[in-house]
């Protein structure tokens, strides 16, 4: 068999594993911390970074291309059109340079030699002396010529002026027919025929060099001067303004606009990505060192921790989402705005299952980085930080679903309130702010419903229970509590003192008094396995417990702790819940029995103290904490004779200073001014539960015996 001791060893490691509060968790804060940092730029990371284009001239668009963020374009298709017709009505400019025009002519007339038909060029001589000779003499006159009028390096379809620059720099515009263009030899040889024209016009183009070269520098800074006198014009597109509507076909124009915009994108996504991570490594680490700083016991609990992450990382991810909805939904003319961005959700949704103080801080947080993220607006930054701080407001007193709609009407009320004021402020009209006040009551509509989505997850990480929850456990047909209503109709009555008195005491301390309330209804159910074991079940004078051994006596005691967290497992009740079953008695001694077994143990017989030890572990919330505290007092006022006010508050204050003293309360967070309030509410409780100044009445023998002395 098991010792007693080692028995106790295994429970008290049991207790310490499944108690939600100190149960071990496979992740620390700096994973979650880094997870909620890499899904936030993941998921705002595609509202910065927009989507690559692939323009083509020709394509039909399907559908309305809008510009992501305020672009510049400088149309540069219209400018350059106008260069272009600017550059035309100057004169080309040709200079004048002969240099290699005499030594091409004089390879030229080589070719007209005996010997030429050895060369390369054999098959463009003509192979006739006498009409060789004939034009070889022709092409020294067309040489002449064009050593004196010049001999241009293009060729003109048409008579245009050009501007001659000779090597004094001197210009002078002339006509592109006075000067001699290459191509055209055909008209200086018409007594040729048509085979030896052509022959000589191809030695001619193979060797004769240009007097006249395109001056391409003198023709590039005129294009620069005519550039800077006719600057491009820039065109302001604003975010979510289409550039290009659905059925158009691509033309140059667009295409160049969308190439800048591409252009423009890819330039400021580093940057963008950039300015993104830091803005969330911002918005992240100041909730974190507020957590850190002010509130220690959220910090320090990973699953509170994780809660929190998983709720702000989710709520952004619904706005990116809820943004892209949006933007394709239209009612008539009337399109979504990003007013309906359920930003608010948050706080909502915190203030219901973590802790009001956080709700404000990340909600703000929030509002912070989603209005500059995704909405861009300042007024929808002020409309969601008082939607949200209206979200805490309300659901801090939430109990019902129908309220729970109500906190999102209300959110939608204040938000539209701000809008409005805002938009007085800036002076616009009423017609712009309407598609923004039709937005605003989706968007508290949706903060409503989020919230409630929101719950079960956050509940099942932070091991936290809603008020919803908590008050479907406050149903006294709940089975358990119907079963120990039967079974332990004692124990079922000291449950529900317990609950007045500890939902009492929670509410003046500001502690989660619904929670206080349901934890004081489970937290004995383990009692009616064995319920005769135990005093407030006990209708007759006989003691089970006198025929038992002290060491029998206290496993039976410390047992009711483990059956009654097995029963509220298979039953799945909530583990915030279960903490009260596990805490309520703490680590402290089954003084009785201890003290019996002490006195019953011979000179060599050791007492070991932890079999006598309830499994803990010790209170970890100030809820748990008053539970335990109630407890003690509870079970000490059905001792007290004739209770009055006085008595009551002595004994108040000496059970409560005991369980202080004996460290149990160390890890509850519950300071010495609780403990005084606490004190002071089971005073006022107690002595409303046992009317310790009722009238007394008198019997009826008593008022005849007064009457009869009257008559006398």
């Known amino acids: ?112 030699s005996n010997n030429a038909e050895d060369s390369q060029f054999a098959d463009l001589i003509i192979t006739n002396p006498a009409k060789r000779t004939h034009a070889q003499k022709q092409v020294k006159e067309l040489i002449d010529k064009a050593r004196k009028t010049g001999l241009l390096e293009k060729t003109y379809s048409e008579d245009v002026k050009v501007r001659i620059i000779d090597r004094t720099g001197i210009e002078r515009i002339v006509s592109s027919s006075e000067l001699m263009q290459p191509g055209n030899w055909e008209q200086y040889f018409t007594d040729l025929d048509q085979d030896e024209s052509a022959r000589i016009s191809g030695l001619l183009d193979k060797f004769l060099s240009p007097t006249l070269k395109y001056d391409e520098s003198r023709a590039i800074k005129e294009f620069d001067r005519i550039k800077a006198d006719n600057l491009p014009e820039k065109i302001t597109f604003h975010t979510e303004e289409p550039i290009i509507l659905a059925g158009q076909e691509l033309s140059e124009r667009h295409v160049e606009i969308l190439k800048q915009l591409e252009q423009y994108l890819e330039k400021r996504n580093f940057l963008m990505l950039a300015a993104l991570l830091g803005f969330v490594m911002l918005t992240v680490v100041f909730g974190v060192l507020y957590m850190k700083k002010f509130l220690p016991f959220i910090y320090d609990n990973v699953r509170d921790v994780a809660a929190i992450a998983f709720a702000f990382g989710s709520i952004v991810f619904i706005c990116y989402i809820v943004q892209i909805v ?290 803990g572990p010790k209170p970890q919330t100030p809820e748990t904490g008053i539970l335990m505290l109630a407890d003690s007092v509870e079970a000490a006022m059905r001792s007290i004779n004739s209770p009055s006010a006085n008595k009551i508050e002595r004994m108040v204050k000496k059970i409560i200073a005991d369980v202080f003293e004996s460290g149990q309360l160390d890890e509850c967070e519950l300071t010495l001014k609780d403990l005084t309030m606490i004190a002071d509410d089971f005073t006022r409780t107690l002595c409303a539960m046992y009317h310790t100044r009722r009238v007394v009445y008198p019997e009826a023998n008593e008022i005849l015996e007064a009457e009869k002395k009257k008559q006398e």
């Open 1 to 112: 068999m098991i010792s007693f001791s080692r028995r106790n060893k295994i429970a008290n490691k049991s207790a310490l594993e499944k108690s939600s509060a100190l149960k071990p968790v496979r992740y620390d804060r700096r994973f979650v911390f880094f997870l909620l940092l890499a899904s936030l730029v993941l998921i705002l990371s595609h509202s910065v970074l927009e989507n690559r284009f692939e323009p083509a001239v020709g394509v039909v668009i399907e559908k309305d291309i809008y510009v992501p963020k305020e672009f510049v374009y400088t149309d540069e298709y219209n400018a350059r059109l106008k260069w272009e017709e600017e550059f035309k009505k100057i004169p080309e400019p040709f200079r004048y340079s002969d240099a290699g025009f005499s030594a091409s002519t004089d390879k030229l007339l080589r070719y007209f």
């Open 326 to 615: 949006a933007v394709k939904v239209e009612i008539g003319s009337l399109k979504f705005t990003n007013a309906v961005l359920p930003v608010a959700a948050l706080a909502l949704t915190l203030s219901l299952i973590i802790n009001v103080r956080i709700s404000i801080v990340f909600s703000v947080l929030a509002s912070i980085l989603i209005s500059i993220i995704l909405a861009s607006r300042s007024a929808l930054m002020a409309a969601f930080i008082f939607g949200s701080l209206t979200g805490v407001l309300n659901g801090v007193s939430v109990r019902r679903r129908s309220e729970l709609f109500m906190s999102g009407v209300w959110i939608a009320i204040v938000e539209a309130i701000v809008i409005c004021l805002v938009g007085i402020l800036h002076g616009e009209p009423f017609d712009a702010l309407r598609a923004d006040l039709i937005s605003v009551i989706v968007s508290g509509l949706l903060c409503a419903s989020i919230a409630q989505v929101l719950l079960l997850p956050l509940e099942m990480i932070s091991h936290r229970v809603s008020n919803f929850t908590l008050l479907e456990l406050s149903d006294l047909n709940h089975p358990l509590l119907q079963q120990l209503l039967r079974k332990a109709p004692g124990t079922f009555q000291h449950s529900q003192h317990l609950a007045l008195l500890a939902q009492s005491a929670a509410k003046a301390i500001g502690a989660n008094s619904l929670l206080a309330r349901i934890g004081a209804y489970f937290h004995d159910i383990g009692k009616m396995d064995k319920p005769e074991y135990f005093t407030e079940n006990q209708s007759s004078n006989e003691n089970p417990h006198d025929k038992l051994k002290p060491s029998l006596s206290a496993a039976v005691i410390r047992n009711h702790v483990l059956d009654g967290v097995g029963l509220a497992e298979a039953a799945r009740v909530p583990s915030a819940v279960i903490d009260f079953i596990w805490q309520h008695h703490g680590t402290g001694l089954i003084s009785v029995f201890y003290r019996r077994a002490l006195e019953l143990s011979g000179e060599d017989e050791n007492v070991n103290r932890l079999d006598y030890q309830y499994p």
